[in-house]
């Protein structure tokens, strides 16, 4: 593709009359419905980060510092809310995977553009009531976001209105899959054989299925705490008959497989970025696709780990605790694969690969320390204390929100055309990872000493690790703006950037970047597999 | 850490030695062999790179000897927490009252306190309900915890070998002042004990 000077962008061309803000907001082009997500997403992304650095400002000395104990209570409730179901859930497959998958497969646009863009005003809805409970009398929602019963049945904040919200929100996450299932099977172009298809596809894919088929009972369990607020229905509430423990299985059975539908997409990324920085096949192909299959089916049937002191069956405790570990298999054998993937490759460890180290030591302590919390009986010890806390936020921070950034630096060339300072990229990675352990270490020691979790005081023996802990949450988010900043002033005054500035060989590597408005002037037809750096030649050639 | 006030303690801490042992054995592991490779095949080195498609035998390894590590997780996990769940003999019964935000006790001669007091080495069997919403009874020296879930009772069973007070704390979220829901359990020897519960107490065959 020497003349990418000749193709008109698809920020120049667009699917409707209109030009302007109009031409985004009736958009059907799935890159432009990315990047309104994108923008979307970040802008809760922050919320999230400046809640998150409240929180720890409170912390940093026992006793109030400088806020009240019910707004320390709203603010770890929103910061879960926000982070999980507007930033973490739809992050990667929403902005990521709308603007990649069709490409990968090489596919003009997903299989229902239209439904796409409803997604899109379906989770604006819901972000917009998530927003609107704040305001509303009664004040925010102070339950923490898994909204156990009775507390939220008792609680006289916007519950029924915030808990709505996540219902809206839900659907948007059920629209997208639908769509995504619908692209993978129908629009691959020909050739592209499902063992032909990148690895970031094949999670995306994986992820769609948990998506379509696990967010239907959070929907349903929503609707019925929602009706048992409303017209004292008892289903929940013991005071009306209902059952507590029911509510925590059915949040469960779609909260946890939910962790997977944060994390899998995630494990996509980092097999496109391994292969293409050691310009070698990946290791394993079958065993990282089958594993994420694996993992999505696995994943439905471990719930009732988040309940193991609540007084279940001891016959239900241990074939959970079992079923746990097993689960840990799948995702221990990515690991290996991605590091036997380096092997005798050709390493040019730019900033996305660094993102890429960066995750798989984060990610691996979050997901080693799992073991300790499948294991029954450090979980009873340490469930509901700040272990926890330090454990998912190594999964889903550590793991989701670095490769988030990995996403962002290896496809920002490709979305909008222009190169960041590399040398700041660089910084912004070891910053990352100083501010990260310093924020979320201290925290398993912490819940070792028995720091109980959604603690708004504290004892005087944890000051110090709080100390730590909050001084680091400075680094870590000084470090998020600093990226944040860099990429937008690349936007501006980036260098341009060629349409193929890493030597990638996945099909969005093919097209110019940005890319035109229908991606491809022919469809490709499909030869190689994925990772076949053998292509590089020819594409150079081109 | 000192002298385990229990002895299941003792065993949860083993399990936790253990599981981080394995662990950070393979965090190191992996971080090593992948700077390793960075630094060993980098471009700037020149090396050709060869396309190795994948290799079964490996694939069997790493999938078969962390399943046994895993397995044998469980296995101590599930050992350990056994002993939380048997019911000591004979046990002191005492009734756990949790409300928003604070625990209270009743002990059989109908004596009631808002700090637990135990004799030393006797079976503990708290008998635990919730006045409102859900709360936890969490002992952190004693590496056990229960959930008080409104409209049931839990039970939570340990037996102290140690004299101390020990700090006792809700962990599941209940509200305003969840984070001020702390007691402690006294644990007192026998003739001790005697004195403060009055009558009716006979220390066990120990």
Redesign the interface.
Known sequence: MANDVAVKSFYQESTNKYSGILSWLLTKDHKRIGLMYMIAILAFFVVGVIIGLLMRLELIAPGRTIMD??TY?TLFTLHGVIMIFLFIIPGLPAIFGNFFLPIQIGARDVAFPRLNLLSWYIYIIGAILVLVSLFLPGGPI???WTF?I??SV??TTNVSMALFAAFVLGFSSILTGLNFITTVHRLRAPGMGFFKMPLFVWATYATAWIQILATPVIALTILLVILERTFGVGIFD??LGG???LFQHMFWIYSHPAVYIMILPAMGVVSEIIPTF????I?????IAMSSLAIAFVGYLVWAHHMF???MS?TA??IF??LT??V??PS??K???W??T????????QTPFLWV?NF??LF??GG??G??L????????L???YFVVAHFHYVMFGGTGTIFFAALHYWFPKMFGKMYNKKFANIAVVAYFIGFNMLYFPKFIMG???M????????PQFTIYQEISTIGSWILSGTIFFIIGYLIHALKYGKKATSNPWGGVTLEWHIPSPPPLENFETIPIVTHEPY??SQLKEMKDE | MGISPTTHAE??DF??LY??AI?VV??LG??A???Y??FK???KKG?????????LL??VI??VI??LL??S??Y???T??R???EIPDNPFVVKVTARMWQFSFEYPNGKKTDTLYVPLSTGIDLEMRSM???H?F?I??F?????I????T?HLYFTPKEVGDY?V????????????M?TKVKVIHDNEFTTWYGSNWQPQNK
């Open positions: 104990a019910q209570n102070d339950t923490g156990y009775p507390y008792r609680s013991p005071a059952d507590p423990i050691s310009r070698r096949t290791f394993g192909y079958k065993a002191s609540s007084g001891d405790r241990w605790s079992l570990f097993i840990a298999l221990g054998v690991i290996f694969n590091v036997a380096m092997y005798k490759g050709s390493i040019d460890p180290m798989i030591f691996s302590i080693l320390t073991l300790v499948g294991s029954l009986a450090t979980d009873i010890h469930t509901d204390t070792y000493m028995g109980p979790r959604r603690y708004y005081d504290y004892l076949d750096f | 065993s949860v399990v936790m599981i981080v662990s393979l965090l992996i971080t062999t992948m700077v490779f960075v095949y980098n471009r090396h050709a790179p060869v396309d190795i498609h994948g290799n490996l694939e790493w999938i962390p399943t895993v397995l997780m469980f101590f996990g599930y350990s927490f002993e939380t769940r409102d919403v859900n936890a969490y952190p020296a590496r056990i915890k229960e959930d879930i409104y409209g049931k839990n700090d704390a809700c962990a599941e979220y209940c509200g305003l002042s969840h984070s001020a702390y």
